[in-house]
């Protein structure tokens, strides 16, 4: 499927380099395309962009983008570290932007974007020169392959997948927040609005419900399924886990045996 995608994209970017000499019919054939495509001077000026671009970036008016944005200057670029890796598409290469995942509230902060429920966009983007008659690289064009757009929804539930499968650890706000891409206290007031308890709760709850089931193993003895769960076997989780069930695990154990 990716390797499809990556192969349409080549195909645009084919036809930008055969169509370069007529500039004007290029101009009006890539709003057309179904990806997004920005042409660029080789200061780093946008001086083309097509409409899929503007639509899933949410920039509002053409005008505010064409002539003032300049990808040399994007601070964003900067911060992601790809700024060197852009830049030797001037030396004649063409360069491949991979997992370009883009925070969309970062982007906000720098342009005049559509209030979307977005919370970031993932995209791998080539970059390309454009020749001119005489074999100088006069523009250069990059063309976007939108892997996905999360939702703020989105990045909530990807966090929550990360506790499911990261429950035997102990448990790690910051490494949790960085897989929504928000701040810690943004994420824990998202994640209890959506889920109705905030991430530690969830966590716990999570582990209680697996000690649950290991407890069923009459094979193994308690301190063992505590071990499994990665729980400490003392009088604090014993009391928690009658918090939470109404038993203590040995309670617990010898009722769902009778």
């Known amino acids: 499927m990716y390797e499809d995608k990556q192969q349409k994209n080549n195909h645009v970017r084919d036809t930008i380099i055969s169509m370069y000499d007529n500039k004007e019919l290029l101009a009006k054939i890539i709003d057309f395309f179904p990806y997004p495509v920005q ?50 598409v001037l030396t004649g290469k063409t360069v491949y932007l991979k997992d370009f995942n883009v925070p969309y509230k970062r982007i906000r902060d720098y342009f005049d974007l559509a209030d979307k429920d977005v919370k970031t966009i993932s995209s791998d983007i080539t970059c390309f020169p454009l020749y001119n008659d005489e074999g100088v690289i006069e523009n250069f064009a990059a063309v976007f392959l939108f892997k996905n757009v999360y939702s703020i929804k989105e990045e909530i539930s990807r966090a929550k997948k990360y506790i499911d499968t990261h429950w035997q650890e102990p448990f790690n706000t910051e490494a949790i927040s960085k897989v929504s891409f928000m701040s810690k206290k943004h994420f824990s007031k998202l994640f209890k609005e959506q889920y109705g308890m905030t991430p530690h709760e969830y966590y716990i709850d999570l582990k209680i419900s697996r000690l649950k089931e290991k407890l069923l193993n009459n094979e193994i003895t308690i301190s063992q399924a505590f071990s499994e769960c990665n729980i400490d076997y003392t009088g604090y989780y014993i009391k928690l886990f009658k918090e939470k069930t109404g038993y203590t695990p040995s309670e617990y154990r010898n009722n769902q045996n009778i």
């Open 39 to 88: 042409i660029f001077s080789i200061d780093g000026t946008a001086k083309i962009i097509n409409d899929a671009t503007l639509k899933m970036i949410g920039i509002k008016k053409r005008e505010n983008h064409i002539g003032i944005y300049n990808v040399f200057r994007d601070p964003i670029i900067e911060e992601l570290e790809c700024m060197d890796e852009v830049k030797q």
